[in-house]
């Protein structure tokens, strides 16, 4: 990886740990300053299966901060593709775009800020990869839009599928596996990783 994109991601965990000691909750306005951002095994994780792939259109749906942002654009600019990453909260997603830059990867992401359902529903190509971590309860309406983009040999990765678990989470496993084409397997990566592949 460049020194820039180290650094950013060396930026990032920093502030994940500050996060974890309570510090950085809101800023002065009330903004929920959280990250929620995935661990480094995690992060390394999702950028060796977007490496694994020729070219290929990456779908992030939950910016939020943009630490998985970075590890995704990285290995879709390595592998000659592109990411498009979707969060509802504009602050956030001007914060990411800026650490984006800050890496180098700014020409490599399409920041799209509003409704993700909305966001998907109107992409106009297919995709080679998704990464899902939204709120629990889009995981299933996100899942029945971008199930109809897939590329054959899609993977779809989904995040806090063994903590903090639930019932939208529960409904997100079943309906996975209700879909015709999809294989998937839970893996103890972070808090739990989702991983499947659509057959077509």
């Known amino acids: 990886m460049d020194k820039q994109v180290v650094e950013v991601l060396a930026a990032y965990e920093a502030r994940i740990a500050a996060e974890r000691s309570g510090i950085g909750q809101t800023d002065p306005d009330g903004r929920d300053m959280r990250m929620r951002a995935i661990g480094p095994d995690a992060g390394r994780f999702l950028n060796i299966l977007v490496r694994s792939l020729e070219a290929p259109v990456v779908l992030e749906i939950g910016t939020s901060f943009g630490h998985s942002t970075i590890w995704l ?17 504009d602050y956030k997603s001007t914060y990411a775009r800026d650490m984006a830059v800050k890496a180098g990867l700014g ?94």
């Open 73 to 89: 654009a990285e290995a879709a600019q390595a592998a000659n593709g592109r990411l498009i990453t979707m969060e509802q909260l």
């Open 107 to 200: 020409d490599a992401v399409d920041f799209q800020v509003g409704d993700a359902l909305d966001l998907i529903a109107r992409l106009p190509f297919k995709l080679d990869f998704v990464f899902l971590d939204l709120w629990k309860d889009l995981y299933v309406p996100c899942l029945d839009l971008f199930y109809e983009k897939l590329n054959p040999g899609a993977l779809i990765v989904a995040d806090n599928m063994i903590r903090p678990g639930g019932d939208n989470i529960r409904a997100y496993a079943r309906a996975l596996r209700e879909k015709p084409g999809i294989e998937t397997v839970l893996l103890p990566v972070g808090t739990g990783f989702e991983v499947s592949r659509f057959i077509g």
